[in-house]
């Protein structure tokens, strides 16, 4: 069987596919385009973030029987056209719950503690700042999370441990939330996170329905001095609405890292705002995150092919499998 590799993933990845029998062929560009000349005759396509597959490409893999996704979200991929086509989507849910986590609390200190300001001044010679530019503390402050799956009940769990923050959470999707085993107050709108939180921290999915949720009249909500933070997806933030909140000093920072367009061009008001950090859709991309992405979505790949079920199915609901559970 032949697996196509939209490009290159981590190589102990690569190394089980290869001890399982597989011929592996690498496309030369993530791009769709290119992708498209070379998925009619391949038995499992596994791609990263980059590549789009939209139902036409889908559509074009006549032997297609699986699609790996290093990684967890599913947006760059047109998941109806592959139900449809009864192709299990295998993604990699777990993979990297640690890591976005860790790098959220990271954005939460760095808004808070005001690095990226200090280090230029430093560079600068300006240590007068360190009188005129005044830092806020973590502990005990409010955090906000919007969207409580696994990465918001860990980032969640992390501020609490370390910082004895309160934590108010709403989510979109589930009326109750997860029982994460340890003190939150739910929250019965998104307005009650943004208007009583210190801290905002998103952690939803891009679904279309949600596109530029958070926007102005959201963002006004926000009290005097407080902070947004997003690693979860762009398109759900209003990123002109934000810059100028930003611009007017209404909260005191935000930390992106996930834009509407990937990369953001160079007009995006965020480029240019001094009391925003920006990141590059790098919050789940660790060393290790980064193996265990590509090995989860392998192993998924290897256990359709093996008529075994895999541990993650991301469309289990909208197709039909007979699979052993062996």
């Known amino acids: 069987m032949k697996i196509l590799l939209a490009q290159k993933i981590h190589d102990n990845a690569t190394k089980l596919l290869i001890d399982n029998g ?39 893999g006549k032997k297609l029987k699986v699609i790996g996704r290093t990684g967890s979200g599913v947006d760059n991929i047109d998941v109806k056209a592959a139900s449809d086509k009864n192709i299990p989507i295998c993604n990699a849910p777990e993979a990297n719950i640690i890591t976005v986590a860790e790098h959220t609390v990271g954005m939460i200190l760095s808004l808070a503690k005001n690095y990226k300001i200090m280090d230029y001044a430093v560079r600068e010679h300006n240590w007068k700042i360190r009188y005129d530019y005044k830092t806020a503390d973590i502990f005990g402050k409010i955090l906000g999370v919007v969207g409580f799956g696994k990465i918001g009940i860990a980032t969640a769990r992390m501020c609490l441990e370390a910082f ?46 949600n596109y530029h949720i958070i926007g102005e009249k959201l963002l006004r909500k926000m009290k005097r001095g407080s902070y947004l933070i997003n690693t979860s997806r ?10 100028k909140i930003l611009s007017e000093d209404l909260i005191s920072g935000a930390a992106i890292d996930v834009f509407e367009d990937e990369p953001p061009g160079k007009n995006n008001p965020l480029l240019k705002n001094n009391n925003a950090i920006l990141t590059p859709h790098s919050a789940g991309l660790t060393k290790e995150s980064s193996e265990r992405m590509a090995v989860h979505a392998v192993e998924g790949v290897i256990d359709v092919l093996q008529n075994k079920k895999p541990k993650w199915i991301f469309n289990i609901d909208e197709i039909s499998l007979k699979l052993s559970d062996i």
């Open 22 to 60: 597989f011929d592996i062929l690498i496309s030369e560009s993530p791009d769709e385009k290119t992708v498209k000349k070379y998925i009619a005759d391949v038995d499992a396509i596994i791609i990263r973030s980059t590549t789009k597959l939209s139902r036409e490409t889908i559509f074009c």
């Open 164 to 209: 004895k923050m309160k934590i108010i959470v709403y989510d979109l999707i589930m009326p109750k939330v997860l029982d994460s085993n340890f003190p939150y107050e739910l929250k019965d709108s998104m307005e009650d996170v943004f208007s009583q939180a210190d801290f905002v921290t998103l952690h939803m999915p891009y679904t279309g329905n």
């Open 234 to 243: 762009g398109g759900i933030v209003d990123e002109i609405a934000l810059a």
